[in-house]
């Protein structure tokens, strides 16, 4: 293994702090919807900062960025490095934003080294990773391996009815590059993300290998009942929509320990029509977010989701629909790219553990195509997804050592 490379973690740090600036909250969190302003700022500094340290920058049609360094063999498949700028609603600074500078910081530092790689290294941000303003989530990488069909991802609309293409072009990402691996195909990739759990944090880690990613389906439910005056309709008579809806919902709850260790549910949004305090609810709508590292479990708690919502249905005389938004499988990361980040790991004299992953990401895309892998950060309590999310700073560079060697041997084999 070559010696160890060390970032600029001051150049690191500001770059951190400056990009937290975009679609900054008043709580210290982001609020940086995919293709919003705020996406566009943050993407406009990514092109200038990959410009300035000397890489070539291209765009694809679904709006990924990539710079490009070459490297000794620039035909060579390269490695490929990244994660997301796009945030959750008022959610954190780190998740996503710190894996893309990690990428940026490791390939700079590279680049600037004694070391030439054997092949190019590109680093990558990737198109509406988080799924909240446009689904499906993990458009980008999703679009890019062929997991989706690019024409679709780029109709997809929000809820105001904005279309994914319209606002590319709004922002000026509409690249003119094809969605899709280079000629010579992709060597690797690997990806830096904060844990969102508490296990590093309570094991007082700061950095873990990913061994792989939980297998995860997410449904919409529309309950369809029957809007009544909330005062003269008596209880047996009505057709209560958010009634049979709520009843479902407390079933779901309970559901994941009834299926495995491992199972978790979320209802994350609900919403009601009329919405009005004195109208019986005619419609009800909620999602169900579904994971666990056995796919079996993941099918099965579908179906059974699936049995409840009818159920529920049938006690208060409604109906309803179950939409299967999206599937993804459990997989398992590379064993190459794992024993890179370990050897990384020794190099860099950083403690470290391995983990599996319970939330989605880029790099379980990115595994269907190439060898992929991940690294781990702490999150401080295990909050995430919210202004609360933190992790330490020392920590953060002590991935991005572990990252940037990692990254090179992959690019020196």
């Known amino acids: 293994m070559h010696d160890a490379v060390a970032i600029d973690a001051?150049?690191?740090?500001?770059?951190?702090?400056?990009?937290?600036?975009?679609?900054a909250t008043d709580d210290d969190g982001l609020h940086r919807l995919a293709l919003s302003g705020a996406d566009r700022e943050a993407r406009d500094r990514f092109v200038a900062d990959i410009q300035a340290a000397?890489?070539?920058?291209?765009?694809?049609?679904?709006?990924?960025?990539?710079?490009?360094?070459?490297?000794?063999?620039?035909?060579a498949a390269p490695v490929l490095v990244g994660s997301h700028l796009d945030s959750q609603p008022y959610g954190g600074r780190y998740d996503g934003?710190?894996?893309?500078?990690?990428?940026?910081?490791?390939?700079?530092?590279?680049?600037?080294?004694?070391?030439?790689?054997?092949r190019p290294l590109e680093v990558v941000n990737w198109t509406n990773e988080e799924g909240t303003r446009f689904q499906p989530s993990m458009m980008g990488s999703s679009g890019y391996v062929g997991f989706e069909d690019v024409d679709y991802l780029l109709a997809a609309t929000d809820r105001d009815g904005a279309v994914v293409a319209d606002e590319l072009e709004r922002i000026g990402y509409d690249g003119d590059e094809p969605c899709e691996p280079p000629e010579?195909?992709?060597?690797?990739?690997?990806?830096?993300?904060?844990?969102?759990?508490?296990?590093?944090?309570?094991?007082?880690?700061?950095?873990?290998?990913?061994?792989?990613?939980?297998g995860m389906s997410w449904l919409r439910v529309t309950v369809e009942g029957q809007a009544d005056h909330a005062g003269p309709t008596p209880m047996h008579a009505r057709q209560d929509a958010l009634a049979a809806a709520t009843d479902a919902i407390s079933e779901i709850?309970?559901?994941?320990?009834?299926?495995?260790e491992d199972a978790v549910a979320t209802v994350g949004e609900v919403s009601v029509e009329p919405n009005s305090i004195n109208v019986i609810p005619a419609r009800a709508t909620f999602t169900v977010d579904l994971r666990s590292y056995d796919d079996d479990v993941v099918d099965c708690g579908v179906e059974r989701i699936e049995a409840e919502v009818a159920a529920a249905c049938d006690r208060h005389g409604v109906e309803a629909a179950v939409d299967r938004v999206s599937r993804h499988h459990s997989m398992a990361f590379s064993d190459r790219v794992r024993a890179a980040a370990d050897r990384a790991i020794e190099a860099t004299g950083v403690e470290a553990t391995h983990l599996v992953s319970g939330a989605g990401h880029d790099a379980q895309h990115l595994q269907t195509l190439t060898d992929a892998g991940m690294l781990f950060v702490p999150s401080v309590d295990g909050r995430t997804h919210s202004e609360a999310e933190f992790t330490e700073w020392a920590d953060c560079v002590a991935g991005a050592r572990v990252f940037a060697n990692a990254t090179l041997e992959l690019a020196t084999e």
Do not use: K, M
């Open 184 to 214: 010579a195909g992709v060597h690797s990739y690997l990806e830096l993300h904060v844990e969102q759990g508490p296990t590093l944090d309570d094991r007082d880690l700061p950095v873990a290998v990913v061994d792989g990613v939980y």
């Open 253 to 260: 709850n309970r559901l994941p320990g009834r299926l495995s």
């Open 97 to 118: 934003q710190l894996g893309v500078l990690t990428a940026l910081e490791a390939v700079q530092t590279i680049a600037e080294s004694d070391v030439e790689p054997d």
């Open 10 to 23: 001051d150049r690191f740090r500001e770059r951190f702090e400056s990009y937290s600036e975009f679609g």
């Open 54 to 75: 000397g890489l070539d920058v291209r765009v694809d049609e679904l709006g990924n960025v990539f710079g490009r360094y070459p490297g000794r063999n620039p035909d």
